[in-house]
């Protein structure tokens, strides 16, 4: 699996970037995107100090997918290629999709799924995984905390209760809830082509939007 750093993808001083790793290139990214991204995120935990301070990082992936996870003891945030072209210029929907991934390392469901399974078991399966930025060894992946792990391990109950903490966290930062329901959207326009991990463990997409609905209406 290859990431870079987004924070390093912001900085850098020319309008495009070429996503490369020891693999070859990926494609490139535009700098203007890589810092709106990375704007969101720090306006939505301006907001929140309890929520930890994530690294985020583009997933070398043309799949719709984002998933939060824990490289040793650093909460970090994927998020695909697939997903940047997606929401594109849909600041709110990008709120959303942060505050989600935001509240699932807040309300620690990687952790309570991990403690129920057997370590050895999730060191075997990541052997030799090593995550890269900018074709440098980024850091190599946590055995217990992972990033696979991340992509399948949240219950239906688990993605609800993230659903209604990341509404809490857009709206305190000043988005538009309706992000959020967009974000659905966006996901579900998406789900007829190949490659929709994000959607395999997360509640229906209408089901979703229902819940969202009611959730904007109670005011929780």
Known sequence: MTLWSLDELA??????IV????????????????????AIADRLLQTHDGVPKPELAILASGAVNAFAFYNDSQPTIAISQGMVRLLADDDDAWAALIGHELAHLRLEHLKKQIDRRQRT????????????????????????????LATRAYSRDDEREADRAGLDYMRKAGFAAD?????????????GSSGMPFLSTHPGGEERIENLRQLMHSGN
Do not use: N, Y
């Open 179 to 191: 992000g959020a329901i967009r974000l659905q959207r966006h996901l579900l326009a998406a789900s």
């Open 19 to 38: 996503l490369r790793s020891p693999q070859g290139i990926h494609g490139a990214m535009d700098t203007s995107m890589a810092r709106k991204i990375k």
């Open 11 to 16: 900085r850098v001083d020319q309008p495009a």
């Open 121 to 148: 078991e999730v060191a075997s399966s990541l052997a030799g995984a090593v995550l890269s930025a900018f074709g440098l060894p980024f850091a190599s992946m946590a055995t217990d905390a992972t990033a696979v």
